[in-house]
């Protein structure tokens, strides 16, 4: 009887938040589904009808799409990997005794607090220009060639702004996970002698399998939909375009509402491959 | 003899810690130096450090251009409303979620993180669309609303975890002794969740005083935050890498500061259910 | 009794500021050097009228993107919107726009320069007033030239910039001959690529809208400009802008550069520029086929037709763009940082004619012709554009393949091979083929 009325009650007090983002979730999944199938050109009057799958079509067999994918896909796989790499390295140290811990920890999560448009437009300006940015005059300082990064080596440069901004957070996360590690387990593995190597291997590694799945669910779903740092730095120009950029091209540069639609739908596909995959491993460390 | 291995292994530490801090935080610092240069000193070269002359003209530029504070205002009001309607419509369903779990629980808070995957500009337009018919364009309103929605996932998500670290006995007990639900959630739950509210409240308002698609697309005049006054010294004709580093500044100062203080805060409630 | 005067004092205050309400114009416009300025006037603007203005300021691509979903969705968000040449015939075309036909005696619409009032009309109306107006030139080092034993004609070719850049390249000493937009953008390089082609008889699509990056006048336009930007190019140059290039220019590391008009008044203002006083300036250069690689852009000022304060938005417009306008700037801040390009009667005012400048920058203007751009004919208005809803989607992606031509990444056949291929697809989209 109790829990038959806690049930209910629960159901009741979840449908505020499962109402209002079916609502976020259906009404413009709506309206780009309908938007897909019409072709929708705002500067040539609007919507000019029905015409079919021709907007899903196109979008795929536009010659920008696949690299777009691989472009999204190295962008959230590169940018994850410096993440955790770093981050399991920053959470260590982190974790060391030393002195002025807290200021240090203060310096490392405050990229997190920068605004993605205002980190893009440092970086692109201050920092990557061939000419005048920082890394060229270091560059010079050595003797070197100046590396022109945002034509050079495009999609890195992007990795990097990305990574910089999103480095904090998965080191806090994986620095809370860290702090909550069994001492005594490790000092015992210690005593009996097991190098530093095999002892984060065996012990500090497995420990965290948990914080990092959270840390690659989470910046998936923001690395997924980055645009700022693109928007700044390359325009979308040598390879850097994403599939979300490619969707903004369509539909801002392009205004071919409706073929962007398709391209909305696509991503939304992609997303949700990807987050079935993601789930599959998430929801396996959640019940655990 | 231990105590001196110790200190010596507690210097390398400090050293490398520090250094590894101070270049990640490099990039915040430079920025902070450039906005009082000049515009000649800001791309001088080779480019110099701390002796110049320091100057606030950037400043005062920026602020004489645009009016600093209408923009500092509607992001706290945008940032801060958005997390805490977020908040209080999160606390129950996170609550449900974690107490009286059913087999659908995991499934729906995996479809509430999956919402925030539809790519923002593919829905621009039929957003804008439906904006314009009920009137929320260019309003604090319709901003707060849009941002808690695209925050609500990763707050009920949050609250979610760490609600379920809360061991259910003291619910029991507190049932026991005839709470009902709402005493329940008000004084026995909540108490215990503070730190986790806290730091959810916190992340929150980071990443909604940092959003720069909607609310750039979304507002004109009235209703424009901080991300806007960015949009309005990013490459403009000229010299700008001093005002743009004075924007910058300014624009992140807040959220540094706010975050600064609240560090401990974040970081002990910044686990996701990560920590068993 | 003593509730009355309250009352009325309430009523009238509620009535005041009911009225201030309905007059206030939310402006949206670009972030560049002389809407900033005439921000700073609007004290003025509103002291004169009773007419409150707020400002919308955004970078040039957001503001953009912010303006177009505005106005083809009927946001109603703006009152006044400062668009430019690309945008204003196709709006008008569309009957987004308020014809501005009838502004008053005194505003003297017939002093608008013609080449900036027949790029921002349709069908020979006026729908927007332009602030300012440029075309491009060559801004050069009197110095470096000379000491590269050279002297630069008012009217040179292509070929004796290549050979002057090529001189003047010193790339020990941080000496570039010459510097140009490569940024990828329709805007940006994409622009300036389109204006040079002309030069070189190409053109974007001919007579029956096909597009024409498969003839031979796109590959030597393209051609040229990379195997001279390798020469004497800096370094990057692929993504060089206009800001870019200015601080290039500024800090004295180029020798020449060909952009706006409105950069001359940077490059010699000693407050910034380095070399403020060695800046000599002529027309763009040409390839002896009658047309030079010019373009032509106004910052134009105009009325969403779905504004409630139509008569309001017109009296800021004729504030803005006036003769009087210029005056007063002149007068606080000095002839060289008025407004330009605009208006015909600026440029026969002795005081103006004084500044380094301004001719070279009217016969710019007057050189370009958005109604008959190139060599061959074409079916399109614009100079360094096509006015066609299409175009700045097709250009802005057949520019990032050039830019990756520029990066080194793919050749001069690979990029116009898919930009032909881009822009073929589009404009079979759009229905034009």
């Known amino acids: 009887m109790a829990t038959q009325s806690s049930r209910s009650a629960a159901r009741l007090m979840m449908a505020p938040a499962v109402i209002l983002l079916l609502g976020w979730m259906l009404v413009p999944l709506l309206m780009t589904l309908w938007f897909s199938f019409r072709a929708y050109l705002p500067l040539r009057g609007g919507d000019q009808g029905f015409v079919g799958f021709d907007n899903y079509v196109r979008f795929v067999t536009s010659s920008a799409f696949w690299p777009s994918i691989v472009t999204t896909l190295a962008i959230v796989v590169g940018a994850l990997a410096i993440c955790i790499i770093f981050g399991v390295l920053l959470a260590i140290l982190l974790d060391q005794q030393m002195w002025g811990q807290g200021v240090v920890r203060i310096l490392i999560i405050a990229p997190f607090f920068v605004m993605p448009t205002v980190s893009a437009l440092v970086w692109k300006n201050i920092f990557m220009d061939p000419v005048n940015g920082l890394f060229a005059h270091l560059w010079r300082f050595f003797g070197a060639d100046p590396i022109i990064w945002l034509s050079d080596i495009p999609v890195a440069s992007i990795i990097l702004i990305v990574s910089w901004q999103w ?46 799945t959270i840390v690659i669910l989470i910046q998936t779903i923001f690395l997924l939909s980055i645009f700022a740092e693109i928007f700044v730095t390359t325009g979308g120009a040598f390879g850097t375009r994403t599939l979300t950029y490619l969707i903004f091209q369509r539909v801002l540069e392009s205004q071919n509402v409706g073929l962007g639609s398709a391209g909305g739908v696509y991503a939304i596909i992609l997303a949700n491959i990807v987050a079935i995959f993601l789930m599959r491993i998430v929801g396996k460390n959640l019940d655990a | 003899m231990a105590c001196a291995v110790t200190n010596q292994r507690k210097a390398v530490n400090t050293l490398i810690a520090w250094a590894v801090g101070l270049l990640i935080f490099f990039p915040i610092l430079w920025t902070i130096l450039t906005s009082f240069k000049t515009e000649a000193q800001a791309i001088s070269d080779p480019p110099v450090f701390l002796f110049f002359d320091w100057t606030l003209e950037n400043y005062a530029v920026v602020q004489e251009r645009s009016d600093y504070l209408r923009y500092l205002i509607n992001s706290v009001i945008i940032a801060g409303g958005s997390t805490i309607l977020g908040t209080l419509i999160a606390i129950p369903a996170a609550w449900s979620m974690a107490f009286v779990p059913s087999k659908r629980t995991k499934d729906i808070l995996l479809w509430m993180l999956s919402t925030k995957m539809l790519p923002a500009v593919g829905v621009l337009y039929p957003i ?47 049932r026991m002794d005839g709470a009902n639900l709402r005493n329940e959630i008000l004084y026995v739950l909540t108490p215990m969740a503070v730190p986790g509210i806290a730091s959810t409240i916190l992340l929150n308002f980071i990443l909604a005083w940092n959003e720069a698609f ?49 560090q401990k805060q974040l970081v002990r409630g910044l686990t996701f259910g990560a920590v068993k | ?17 009911f009225a201030a309400q309905a007059q206030t114009l939310t402006i949206a416009t670009v972030n560049n050097g002389d809407m900033i300025r005439m921000q700073g006037y609007t004290d003025q603007f509103t002291a004169e009228t009773g007419i409150a203005v707020e400002w919308v300021t955004l970078e040039e691509n957001v503001l953009r993107q912010r303006v177009t979903t505005d106005i083809s969705t009927n946001g109603g968000q703006f009152d006044i919107m400062t668009i430019g040449m690309y945008e204003t015939p196709i709006w008008g075309a569309n009957g987004w726009l308020v014809p501005l036909d009838d502004l008053s005696e005194e505003y003297d619409a017939a002093d608008i320069l013609p080449a900036m009032a027949g790029g921002l009309s349709h069908d020979g109306t006026l729908y927007a007033a332009p602030f300012y107006g440029e075309s491009s030139m060559i801004m050069y080092r009197t110095d470096l030239m000379e000491q590269a034993g050279l002297e630069m004609p008012d009217a040179p070719t292509w070929d004796f910039i290549k050979q002057a850049a090529a001189a003047m390249t010193d790339r020990d000493a941080d000496i570039n001959g010459i510097c140009l937009r490569g940024k990828a953008g329709w805007g940006e390089g994409g622009a300036f690529i389109t204006a040079m082609s002309n030069s070189f008889g190409a053109r974007w699509f001919d007579e029956n809208w096909r597009p024409q990056f498969d003839t031979e006048e796109w590959a030597n336009t393209l051609n040229f400009f990379v195997e001279m930007m390798t020469e004497s190019g800096p370094p990057g140059y692929a993504t060089n802008g206009f800001n870019e290039n200015l601080s290039l ?96 009667s600026l440029y026969e005012n002795p005081d103006y004619q004084a500044v380094p400048f301004a001719e070279m920058t009217l016969e710019s203007i007057l050189t370009a012709d958005p109604n008959n751009p190139t060599v061959d004919p074409v079916p399109y208005v614009g100079v360094q554009f096509a006015a066609i809803p299409e175009f700045a989607g097709i250009a802005t992606q057949v520019s990032q393949e050039f830019s990756a031509v520029y990066a080194g990444q793919q050749s001069v056949e690979e990029a116009l091979a898919k930009a032909q291929a881009i822009a073929t697809e589009e404009m079979e989209a759009a229905g034009y083929m």
């Open chain 3, 249 to 344: 220019f500024q800090q004295g590391k180029c020798g020449m550069w060909i952009d706006a008009t409105v950069a001359a008044s940077f490059v010699t203002n000693p407050a910034d520029s380095t070399v403020a006083d060695s800046v000599g300036f002529a027309l763009a250069p040409d390839n002896g086929l009658g047309k030079r690689a010019n373009w032509l852009w106004a910052w134009a000022l105009a009325i969403p037709a779905g504004t409630d304060d139509v008569d309001g938005a017109k009296q800021f417009i004729e504030w803005a763009t006036s003769k009087d306008y210029i005056e007063m700037v002149a007068e606080n801040e000095g002839w060289a940082n008025v407004p330009p390009g605009a208006r015909i």
């Open chain 3, 1 to 17: 009794m003593k509730l009355t005067p309250i009352l009325i004092g309430a009523c009238s205050a509620m009535a005041i500021s």
């Open chain 2, 214 to 262: 909607w609310t750039l697309n979304l507002t004109a005049a009235q209703a424009a935050p901080l991300t806007a006054f960015i949009a309005s010294y990013s490459s403009p004709e000229g010299l700008f890498y001093a005002k743009l580093s004075a924007a910058s500044t300014m624009a992140i100062a807040p959220i540094l500061i706010l975050g600064w203080f609240s």
């Open chain 2, 128 to 174: 804008y669309l439906l904006f314009i018919q009920l009137g929320l364009l260019d309003s604090r309103f319709g901003m707060v609303i849009v941002l808690m929605l695209i925050n609500l996932p990763i707050i009920v998500w949050m609250l979610y975890t760490y609600f379920r670290e809360i061991p259910g006995e003291i619910l029991e007990a507190a």
């Open chain 1, 167 to 212: 480095l904090p957070f998965a080191t806090l996360i994986l620095l809370t996970a860290i702090q909550s590690l069994d001492t005594e387990q490790l000092e015992a593995a210690e005593m009996d002698g097991a190098p530093v190597l095999k002892r984060f291997w065996f012990i500090v590694l497995p420990h965290l399998g948990r914080a990092i």
